[in-house]
């Protein structure tokens, strides 16, 4: 049983398009993470859940919307695609206060062409 | 604002050589947490080892282990006896005890050559 599972795991689309990535963990945990993986490997967090309520917002551009219908689910959707949102994006998660790893999905690379 | 580093952008070793990636740490928090993830060309973040700050202990799991330097905010992994299926990216991050921020550095890459 996967953990953490995003969809899809690659995904090609045109600048201007509007896409979703969508992500789902059967781990009973409260906490949910989008992450942005750029060309150079560096990992900055865009957003973070907690029980469905969003806790961080990294200035991310207003075109990312994160949304999360229960906490075992956070979906991102982007609008107005730019080539500069090309990236592997991951979704994770965490448990409680004293659960401190972070289980990551295996990623989504984006491609804007 | 917490930042972490990792000065070492490329590190090449033999097969069954010991290896050791350095990683430091900026902030004025006590209680925190670090963490060594992997990725390997399957693009899948695994932890490797995880280090809690009020430990004096280093952490150790199998062939990997810290080296914890709690007033240097240094925070180095040791591989030992590597094996071709190490080769990956090797991230450190950070996490304020009861924050909601995993903070990475900039990663690693490890070749093991057979």
């Known amino acids: 049983d996967t953990a953490v599972s995003q969809t899809p795991k690659y995904l090609v689309t045109q600048m201007g398009n509007d896409k979703s990535i969508k992500c789902e963990q059967n781990?009973?945990?409260?906490?949910m993470y989008w992450y942005k993986q750029d060309s150079k490997k560096f990992l900055k967090i865009m957003f973070s859940y907690n029980n469905k309520e969003l806790i961080i917002n990294e200035t991310v551009p207003n075109r990312f919307s994160p949304k999360s219908p229960d906490k075992a689910h956070l979906n991102l959707h982007i609008n107005s695609l730019e080539l500069g949102d090309s990236a592997v994006y991951f979704c994770a998660s965490r448990g409680g206060f004293l659960n401190t790893e972070a289980f990551f999905g295996q990623g989504t690379r984006l491609t804007v062409v | 604002a917490q930042t972490v580093t990792q000065s070492q952008p490329e590190m090449s070793v033999q097969e069954a050589e010991t290896v050791t990636l350095s990683c430091t740490y900026d902030?004025?928090?006590?209680?925190?947490?670090l963490f060594w993830y992997k990725q390997p060309p399957s693009r899948q973040m695994i932890l490797v080892i995880r280090?809690?700050?009020?430990?004096?202990q280093n952490a150790t799991e199998n062939r990997f282990s810290v080296n914890f330097q709690k007033a240097a905010k240094s925070f180095s992994l040791k591989i030992s006896d590597s094996q071709l299926g190490d080769t990956a990216m090797y991230f450190c991050a950070f996490m304020i005890q009861g924050a909601q921020k995993l903070v990475f550095g900039q990663g690693t890459r490890l070749t093991i050559n057979p």
């Open positions: 781990l009973g945990h409260d906490t």
């Open positions: 280090q809690e700050a009020y430990k004096q």
């Open positions: 902030t004025s928090e006590n209680n925190y947490y």
